[in-house]
């Protein structure tokens, strides 16, 4: 799994407890989920579609790094499956696992387009 993406863990980020809030690393693992696909399609217009079970492990705190990794699990006619870990980039200890994220192809009416991946590609941009 390849951690491309880093966060650092703010007072705004934090839940009533002074964790992390759920919500705000959701965000993060979409809009990674999201970037990712784009550059794997080469298209802006994707969608999120699915998301498994989203199982907390453990806790951040403020001050901690959190990093997030994603791998592609399969590619389908107009999709992508992914996994994400967000893990401490300090202690390596998982905070979030995800095993499916399928994210969509879309064409320019907003539907799912066939975008022709088999394999992971790097954007030659």
């Not at 491309?4 to 693992?29: A, S, Y």
């Not at 990674?32 to 705190?61: C, H, P």
Request: proline share 3%.
């Amino acid at each position: 799994m390849n951690f491309h993406t880093r966060k650092w863990v703010k007072p705004e980020d934090l839940n009533p407890n002074n964790n992390l809030f759920g919500g705000r690393l959701l965000q993060w693992i979409d809009e990674e989920a999201a970037l990712y696909t784009m550059i794997q399609f080469d298209n802006r217009k994707i969608a999120t579609k699915f998301m498994s079970e989203v199982n907390f492990v453990s806790s951040a705190v403020q001050g901690d790094i959190v990093e997030l990794g994603i791998q592609v699990e399969k590619f389908g006619k107009t999709s992508i499956t992914l996994s994400c870990i967000a893990r401490n980039k300090m202690t390596h200890k998982p905070i979030v696992t995800i095993e499916n994220i399928t994210m969509v192809n879309l064409g320019e009416d907003g539907r799912p387009k066939e975008h022709g991946r088999t394999e992971v590609t790097y954007s030659k941009r």
